[in-house]
């Protein structure tokens, strides 16, 4: 297996893991979550991957320079959107018993 495949199979991998463990997460924060809550999440982990995913994609085509400012506009685009995202899910939050 080729270290691209083993990456994504990493990559798949830990995105089960993450989906999988997010109720949890969100109960563990007192965060009560709807579907547009959930639909926000899902959004903004596929623009993630996104993000990992199209400069990879330009690094295999020989491409280093423009996957490298592509990364850094799209690692800024990713931090402003989780942000804001986080913002609007923890409006409606209950305070901590901690």
Same mark, same amino acid.
């Given at each position: 297996?080729?270290?691209? @495949?083993?990456?994504? #199979?990493?990559?798949? @991998? /830990? &995105? ?12 563990? #924060?007192?965060?009560?979550? $709807?579907?547009?809550?959930?639909? /926000?999440?899902?959004? +903004?982990?596929? *623009?993630? $991957? #996104?993000? !990992? @995913?199209?400069?990879?994609? /330009?690094?295999?085509?020989?491409? &280093?320079?423009?996957? /490298?400012?592509? *990364?850094? !506009? !799209? ?9 804001? #995202? +986080?913002? !609007? ?6 305070? &901590? &018993?901690?």
């Amino acid at each position: 297996m080729s270290a691209t @495949a083993w990456i994504w #199979f990493v990559m798949g @991998a /830990l &995105s089960i893991v993450i989906l999988l463990s997010a109720h949890v997460w969100m109960q563990d #924060f007192g965060i009560r979550m $709807n579907w547009w809550k959930w639909t /926000l999440m899902v959004i +903004w982990y596929g *623009f993630l $991957n #996104f993000t !990992l @995913a199209l400069p990879m994609t /330009l690094v295999g085509e020989g491409e &280093s320079f423009a996957a /490298l400012r592509i *990364f850094f !506009l !799209l690692v800024v685009v990713a931090v402003i959107l989780g942000v804001g #995202f +986080w913002r !609007l899910i923890a409006a409606g939050r209950k305070p &901590s &018993s901690r």
